[in-house]
Nanobody, 129 residues
Framework: QVQLVESGGGLVQPGGSLRLSCSASGFTTLDGYTTGWFRQVPGKDREREGL?????????VYGDSAKGRFTISRDNAKGATDLQMNSLKPEDTAVYYCAAVFGVPPLRPGINQYEFDIWGQGTQVTVSS
């Protein structure tokens, strides 16, 4: 069974940066998979907000909240998908999840969590002074 594990979350001051990492196990390569990062505030958000996705050949899509501040990258051989987050704001506070699906979902605005069927357990990011 493929597993995803997020790491790199924590407490950061407004304007600071964090780099989240998503490590995949259960397969030797991410070739053929699309991976992405989502976030959700427990008790507030009914759905997980799509931040960014990246295909196996490097095509990227960014949600409005992430565009210009966050950068997604991946290493297919290592099975890792990272999210570099800069200029963090208090409203970025949430649980951040990585996700994967085999193939390529529609590459359009409005990243849909239901297009992904493999999920990590989440890592907390808190932006506060």
């Amino acid at each position: 069974q493929v597993q995803l594990v997020e790491s790199g979350g924590g407490l950061v001051q407004p304007g600071g940066s964090l780099r989240l990492s998503c490590s995949a196990s259960g397969f030797t390569t991410l070739d053929g998979y699309t991976t992405g990062w989502f976030r959700q505030v427990p008790g507030k958000d009914r759905e997980r907000e799509g931040l960014s996705i990246i295909t196996s050949d490097g095509t990227t899509v960014y949600g409005d909240s992430a565009k210009g501040r966050f950068t997604i990258s991946r290493d297919n051989a290592k099975g890792a998908t990272d999210l570099q987050m800069n200029s963090l704001k208090p409203e970025d506070t949430a649980v951040y999840y990585c996700a994967a699906v085999f193939g390529v979902p529609p590459l359009r605005p409005g990243i849909n969590q239901y297009e992904f069927d493999i999920w990590g357990q989440g890592t907390q990011v808190t932006v506060s002074s």
